[in-house]
């Protein structure tokens, strides 16, 4: 199981001092029926500390934790968690261009660390996931990240829609891709400080998200295959940036 590759802190005070001491708990699995202070004070302190809670049943528990757990497992990331709002001046104090990745829903871990892989490799300054709906940052995320994971800055944002209203009022633009836009992937100007939004592998960009977007535009396919593999997709993408970037 995936869950035996990232560290775990069981029990009640454990959890909640994990939490409390900025550890970067990447979820919090709580054993459904489980109800007075603790629960108010658990609902309470993800949410103040924007930690993804999951709620499951007890048997559930029992396969990811075995047995004194005290009805709460923390999974510790193996990488910290950064803020965009922190990173994104730094990049512009640097003179340089931002390029941001947003992953929209992307849930498989290994599609996650193929994309942080590729944004690594391509210039990407940051790469966002949603403390809502991703995939979980563990050993095999990080494995299959070549470890670009232990160096492209990983935020998490409580928001998808509210971190690109943010980097909209930074300068960024915010592309997505859209089978149905008028435009190519070649025809964007990615000269300027850009996002790229990846949809998730089954739903696509959410249309919150895709509401949002400056420019959208089409990767051309020839083949009868309906999509291309979000991570594929993230690295014919990221690759564009670069070349336009670098003059190619």
Same mark, same amino acid.
């Given at each position: 199981m995936q869950e035996k590759s990232v560290e775990m802190v069981y029990g009640r005070h454990p959890v909640v001092d994990a939490i409390k001491a900025g550890l970067p708990v990447d979820k919090v699995v709580l054993q459904q029926g489980i109800r007075g202070e603790f629960e108010k004070e658990i609902r309470h302190l993800t949410r103040d500390w924007e930690v993804p809670l999951q709620v499951v049943p007890k048997e559930r528990l029992q396969k990811i934790a075995g047995g004194n757990h005290q009805g709460v497992v923390a999974f510790i990331s193996p990488i910290p968690f950064q803020r965009l709002e922190d990173v994104l001046p730094m990049v512009y104090?640097?003179?340089?261009?931002?390029?941001?990745?947003?992953?929209?829903?992307?849930?498989?871990?290994?599609?996650?660390?193929?994309?942080?892989?590729?944004? *690594?490799?391509?210039?990407?300054? /940051?790469?966002?996931?949603?403390?809502?709906?991703?995939? %979980? &940052?563990?050993?095999?995320? @990080? #494995?299959?990240?070549?470890?670009?994971?232990?160096?492209?800055?990983?935020?998490? *944002?409580?928001?998808?829609?509210? /971190?690109?209203?943010?980097?909209?009022?930074?300068?960024? %633009? &915010?592309?997505?891709?859209? @089978? #149905?836009?008028?435009?190519?992937?070649?025809?964007?100007?990615?000269s300027n400080p850009c996002a790229l939004v990846i949809g998730s592998e089954d739903e696509g960009i959410s249309p919150a998200v895709a509401e949002m977007a400056d420019e959208r535009f089409l990767i051309p396919q020839i083949g009868q295959t309906d999509s291309l593999n979000a991570s594929v997709a993230a690295g014919i993408m990221l690759y564009e940036v670069q070349r336009q970037r670098m003059g190619g």
């Open positions: 104090e640097q003179s340089e261009i931002p390029l941001v990745v947003l992953l929209d829903g992307v849930t498989d871990v290994r599609n996650f660390g193929a994309i942080a892989r590729s944004a *690594e490799v391509f210039g990407a300054h /940051a790469l966002v996931i949603s403390s809502k709906k991703a995939a %979980q &940052v563990n050993g095999d995320a @990080l #494995k299959t990240s070549a470890g670009a994971l232990s160096v492209l800055p990983l935020c998490r *944002e409580k928001s998808m829609t509210t /971190a690109i209203e943010w980097l909209k009022l930074s300068g960024v %633009q &915010v592309f997505v891709s859209d @089978l #149905k836009a008028t435009k190519s992937l070649a025809q964007m100007d990615f």
